[in-house]
């Protein structure tokens, strides 16, 4: 309810102003008296009125001096002078002070109706706006993380004045002396299309939260500043080296920190890139460019390492090309399905490719696109059901791969898979492959063997090994794998001296209760129950 104080000296008006209406149906409450001006002030400190009823004239203070004493310190409350007709002076006064209203004694019943109706619709759009401008205020403040790496977002790709650049700092609470000296870490998360596809985005989000929270508490032991998500898999480090006893060892140190402890807590190997010295905020849009480019050289580098604008590149400086009569060379030997002539080719042509700094990323991976997609076009040729079919495409895998060493090795793979399909249609029978995979069984069944190892024997994928497999045999791989393990085991259960155990483990299984419980499976009774029968 609304707080009312009541002002005259005489106490039967007050009280007469108490009672002549029922003010709690207006959602007011009377909260007080006073009988002249300076005991108002006093009763209005204590009770901090929403509307003062006075009158005009008042011992001590009159009510235009107590009305201007009011209005400085409670800017918003709500002031009605009560007075004679003979004061039209002082009412005039009254205005001046911007009073709400005035009401000639006697009090008129209907006349302070509309008076308290049109005061409490103001005191109510008063607290509406007050409210308003209070949910903005909380809206702001749980903006202001968002607010902040916009703001510093925005300081990574342009030079602001340094009057703007303080005026945000200011506003936004950041600890960022303009003057000072920064350095830019950009810190790039491997292998982050693996990431995405073996988590959901709320494990994502979590997982990058927790990141840069780690960043942040290694940061603010040693230099201070503040670490972002400028994009997926790349946060930004600003550091600040105000600080006194600033040195590269410090920072790298600090980068050394920052990537183990990433490793170590959420199991994220990164590569950092460490740009150089910047002076004043306004101008750390080249160190983090340096920054982002020594990250990018983990494309011929390697992964999870810190690289600096100082790292080693390659010697070699002019632009090497594939050209026409190399990619025929190349398409010669996978027709001709020669794997180990074209992986050679392949390495000749990488080992190129490794000293020609400016080559470029984006030209190896369309190069190497360009040679999947031949390859996929031969089988098609050939009328050959390849492993494209089964897979995610070959630029998503190619995409995938983040160094120069990755994609290499990627391609020969591909490349590996799709030569072996070949040669088996030109050898007249994709039968060889059959033979082929259980030659390795035959060999291998006491280890821990499984379709990768099969497949990696064969140059071919485990999705397309078990495909071709199938359609020849009618039978799984692993159907074929069981079949060996089983009847060898049958073979050891014929000598008493061996133990179950032991031929559990001879013959590739780690864990007797399954071995036992597989074996029943396949041969109707229970490893011991097979030995007491052929005794």
């Given at each position: 309810?609304?707080?009312?104080?009541?002002?005259?000296?005489e106490?039967?008006?007050?009280?007469?102003?108490?009672?002549?209406?029922?003010?709690?149906?207006?959602?007011?409450e009377?909260?007080?008296?006073?009988?002249?001006g300076?005991?108002?002030l006093?009763?209005a400190?204590?009770?901090?009125?929403?509307?003062?009823?006075?009158?005009?004239?008042?011992?001590?203070?009159?009510?235009?001096?107590?009305s201007?004493?009011?209005?400085?310190?409670?800017?918003?409350?709500?002031?009605?002078?009560?007075?004679?007709h003979t004061?039209?002076?002082?009412?005039?006064?009254?205005?001046?002070?911007?009073?709400?209203?005035?009401?000639?004694?006697?009090?008129?019943?209907?006349?302070?109706?509309q008076?308290?109706?049109r005061?409490?619709?103001e005191?109510?759009?008063q607290?509406?706006?007050?409210?308003?401008?209070?949910?903005m205020?909380v809206k702001?403040?749980?903006s202001?993380?968002l607010?902040?790496?916009?703001?510093?977002y925005?300081?990574?790709?342009?030079?602001?004045?340094?009057?703007?650049?303080?005026?945000?700092?200011?506003?936004?609470?950041?600890?960022?002396?303009?003057?000072?000296?920064?350095v830019?870490l950009?810190?790039?998360?491997?292998?982050?299309a693996?990431?995405?596809?073996?988590?959901?985005?709320r494990?994502?989000?979590?997982?990058?939260?927790?990141a840069?929270?780690?960043?942040?508490?290694?940061?603010?032991?040693?230099m201070?500043?503040?670490v972002?998500?400028?994009?997926?898999?790349?946060?930004?480090?600003i550091?600040?080296?105000?600080?006194?006893?600033?040195?590269?060892?410090?920072?790298?140190?600090?980068?050394?920190?920052?990537?183990?402890?990433?490793?170590?807590?959420?199991?994220?190997?990164?590569t950092?890139?460490?740009?150089?010295?910047?002076?004043?905020?306004g101008?750390?849009?080249?160190?983090?460019?340096?920054?982002?480019?020594?990250?990018?050289?983990k494309?011929?580098?390697?992964?999870?390492?810190?690289?600096?604008?100082?790292?080693?590149?390659p010697?070699?400086?002019?632009?090497?090309?594939?050209?026409?009569?190399?990619?025929?060379?190349?398409?010669?030997l996978m027709?001709?399905g020669?794997?180990e002539?074209l992986q050679?080719?392949?390495d000749?042509i990488f080992?190129?490719?490794?000293?020609?700094?400016?080559?470029?990323?984006?030209?190896?991976?369309?190069?190497?696109?360009?040679?999947?997609?031949?390859a996929?076009?031969?089988?098609l040729?050939?009328?050959?059901?390849?492993?494209?079919?089964?897979?995610?495409?070959?630029?998503?895998?190619?995409?995938?791969?983040?160094?120069?060493?990755?994609?290499?090795?990627?391609?020969?793979?591909?490349?590996?898979?799709r030569?072996?399909?070949i040669?088996?249609r030109?050898n007249?029978?994709s039968?060889?492959?059959?033979?082929?995979?259980?030659?390795?069984?035959?060999?291998?069944?006491?280890?821990n063997?499984t379709?990768?190892?099969?497949g990696r024997?064969?140059f071919?994928?485990?999705?397309?090994?078990?495909?071709?497999?199938?359609q020849?045999?009618?039978?799984?791989?692993?159907?074929?794998?069981?079949?060996?393990?089983?009847?060898?085991?049958?073979?050891?259960?014929?000598?008493?001296?061996?133990?179950?155990?032991?031929?559990?483990?001879a013959?590739?299984?780690?864990?007797?209760?399954?071995?036992?419980?597989?074996?029943?499976?396949?041969?109707?009774?229970?490893?011991?129950?097979?030995?007491?029968?052929?005794?």
């Amino acid at each position: 309810m609304y707080k009312l104080l009541i002002v005259d000296n005489e106490p039967r008006v007050r009280y007469g102003l108490r009672h002549y209406l029922n003010w709690s149906a207006y959602g007011i409450e009377v909260a007080g008296e006073a009988e002249d001006g300076e005991s108002a002030l006093q009763e209005a400190e204590r009770l901090k009125p929403d509307i003062v009823l006075t009158d005009v004239r008042l011992h001590h203070l009159d009510g235009i001096e107590l009305s201007r004493r009011l209005r400085e310190r409670y800017p918003r409350i709500k002031i009605v002078f009560v007075s004679e007709h003979t004061v039209a002076d002082y009412l005039k006064s009254a205005l001046q002070l911007n009073a709400v209203d005035y009401i000639f004694k006697p009090v008129n019943l209907r006349e302070l109706r509309q008076v308290v109706r049109r005061i409490t619709m103001e005191l109510a759009e008063q607290e509406r706006q007050l409210q308003v401008a209070r949910d903005m205020q909380v809206k702001l403040r749980e903006s202001l993380p968002l607010l902040r790496e916009r703001f510093l977002y925005a300081l990574l790709g342009q030079r602001l004045s340094p009057g703007l650049i303080q005026e945000r700092i200011a506003f936004l609470e950041l600890n960022l002396p303009v003057s000072a000296d920064y350095v830019v870490l950009v810190i790039s998360v491997d292998d982050y299309a693996e990431m995405l596809a073996s988590r959901n985005e709320r494990d994502r989000q979590l997982l990058m939260y927790a990141a840069v929270n780690v960043c942040q508490e290694l940061m603010d032991l040693d230099m201070g500043g503040y670490v972002f998500e400028v994009r997926s898999g790349e946060l930004v480090c600003i550091l600040c080296l105000e600080s006194k006893g600033f040195c590269e060892e410090r920072l790298l140190a600090l980068a050394e920190a920052i990537r183990y402890n990433l490793e170590r807590w959420l199991a994220l190997t990164v590569t950092i890139g460490v740009g150089d010295r910047s002076k004043g905020l306004g101008h750390i849009s080249h160190s983090y460019a340096q920054a982002r480019d020594a990250a990018e050289r983990k494309w011929y580098l390697g992964k999870n390492r810190i690289i600096t604008t100082n790292s080693p590149e390659p010697s070699e400086e002019q632009v090497f090309r594939v050209d026409h009569t190399r990619i025929e060379r190349l398409t010669v030997l996978m027709k001709a399905g020669d794997a180990e002539r074209l992986q050679e080719e392949l390495d000749c042509i990488f080992g190129q490719l490794a000293k020609s700094w400016r080559s470029g990323a984006d030209y190896i991976r369309n190069l190497s696109l360009q040679l999947a997609l031949l390859a996929d076009q031969l089988l098609l040729e050939l009328g050959i059901q390849g492993p494209y079919a089964q897979e995610s495409s070959v630029w998503e895998i190619l995409a995938r791969q983040e160094t120069f060493e990755e994609l290499h090795r990627t391609l020969e793979q591909l490349l590996s898979e799709r030569c072996a399909l070949i040669w088996e249609r030109r050898n007249g029978k994709s039968g060889n492959l059959v033979e082929r995979v259980q030659a390795i069984i035959n060999a291998r069944y006491s280890e821990n063997i499984t379709v990768t190892d099969i497949g990696r024997d064969v140059f071919l994928t485990p999705t397309y090994v078990c495909l071709l497999y199938k359609q020849e045999t009618g039978r799984t791989v692993n159907d074929y794998l069981t079949q060996v393990r089983m009847e060898r085991a049958k073979e050891l259960l014929r000598n008493p001296r061996n133990k179950l155990y032991d031929i559990c483990y001879a013959v590739g299984y780690a864990d007797p209760s399954y071995f036992t419980k597989l074996f029943k499976k396949i041969a109707g009774v229970t490893p011991s129950a097979y030995r007491d029968s052929i005794k």
